[in-house]
């Protein structure tokens, strides 16, 4: 696939976002497609096959990088507009926040940059009780 391809060859996910969600909207009906043809085909077998991403590791980490980047961001922006439910310091980005020498810790890449996943313990951390 021609886009997955040109995809991977980026350099930095900054200014790339639309172009992330657009390809999983492209995978996901080219997969929707495929579903169609094996159902309605009276071919027992066709040698067509779906995008399963995870499949795909550098896809996949490209994506998952880009997915985690804007949910961490939201997690920003919830947590400066209610200072008052967290014990952490709001005004420092999530990722200061975010154990990454754990078990638990998940990171995503898009060539030289990393992004952590927050994780259940990480929350409970960050959050007053």
Do not use: W
């Not at 900054?14 to 390809?23: D, I, R, V, W, Y």
């Amino acid at each position: 696939m021609k886009k997955s391809k040109k995809f991977k060859k980026l350099d930095e996910s900054k200014g790339h976002f639309e172009e992330g969600a657009h390809l999983i909207e492209l995978i996901s009906g080219y997969n929707e497609l495929i579903s169609t043809k094996l159902i309605l085909s009276k071919e027992k077998a066709l040698d067509v096959n779906y995008i399963y991403i995870p499949n795909d590791i550098e896809l996949y980490r490209r994506l998952m990088y880009m997915s985690t980047s804007k949910y961490n961001k939201v997690v920003e922006g919830v947590m400066r507009n209610n200072p008052e439910n967290f014990r952490v310091d709001v005004n420092r980005p999530i990722q200061e926040h975010i154990r990454t020498n754990n078990k638990d810790a998940q990171s995503y890449t898009f060539n030289k940059n990393t992004v952590y996943k927050i994780s259940q313990h990480d929350f409970e951390n960050m959050f007053n009780e």
